[in-house]
């Protein structure tokens, strides 16, 4: 789709989150979404010119602030939502997943999404999906029953998420390999488990670009274990797919959330370094006494500010709660520390076929037997 226009900045550095569509590439555009009472503020949504029509990386999140703006950023590149032939997702957060599913309701746009996000799909899909119910069956096997407590009276006071209509399956899965475009542009589909199970980035190496999603983002560390189907180690996972990212060629980092970056390798190295040290971190922590995932997540700090667990909100408590769970997984997995208690994992699902969004069974929920608790190995 060509479109006559000057081009705007394209990585946003001075204000990320600014309203607009900016030019990133020949042909592609950054476009800022809002994130209404969310820290992260905003999403950036890729839109890449593909012939007569748009190709959209990521959809933003599916409330009235979004379409306003979407709409807004496409027009500045002489396009409307009525050019939008397919999205792309990343991962199946409702930040990123929720919006396609509601223009696909209006506009008949096709969906595609990575075939690992099934089981947490079919969760929330569920006749009787409740709201963060996986995640408050987590905390309370790390010995946060005071989080998930504090927590369901947040979700019950604002009434909830995104109901099973809000989410809805994709048209298509997509799976490891070459996607070609219309316009002849070749994306390569990489998946990259670890901030979800079924998270994917897009590759082009012909432009140098890595559509990065929540994988490496290029100022905060992405969060992990948050999805309603556990992975059994989820940052074993995402220390995998950071490696498998650092193999392709360097290319420039296109984030979901911050300014864009000019490579995404320097990003992934901080990455690892920074998992590195919270090992050790952690670690450390179990040697001074704290056994289980709560009361290690109590001897650390948070973003960037420093900030003790207390300090957190509700909702990012529960974050953190999370990721020092996936810590120490890791760990017993290396042999540095010893764990009692079991953690379920979900019941899995058979593999989706290529270009097919029905069919599948029932997801299980994972189960504690009993509070989890770790020592030095």
Known sequence: MAVDRAPTPATGADDWTAPGAFEVAPGVHRIPLPLPNDGLRAVNVYAIEDGDALVLVDAGWDVPETRPVLAAGLAAIGCSLGDIGQFLVTHAHRDHYSEAVALRQELGVTVRLGHGERASLDVLTSPGWEPLAPQLQLLRSCGAAPVADELSA???HRGGTHGPLGWGLPDEWLFEGPLDLASGRRLAVVETPGHTRGHVVFHDPAAGLLFAGDHVLPTITPSIGFEPALSPDPLGAFLGSLAKVRQLPDAVLLPAHGPVATSAHARV??????????????????????STPFEVAGRLRWTRR??????LDPFNKML???ETWAHLVLLTAQGRLVASGVLSPPTPTPTPTPGV???GGDVGEPVPVDTLQYRVS
């Open 154 to 156: 947040a979700v019950r």
């Open 269 to 290: 190295d901080e990455l690892v370094d920074h998992h590195g040290r919270r090992l050790d971190e952690v670690e450390r922590a179990v040697a001074a006494g704290a």
């Open 306 to 311: 420093e900030r003790a667990l207390d300090d």
């Open 320 to 322: 953190a709660v999370a």
């Open 357 to 359: 969004s029905g069919g």
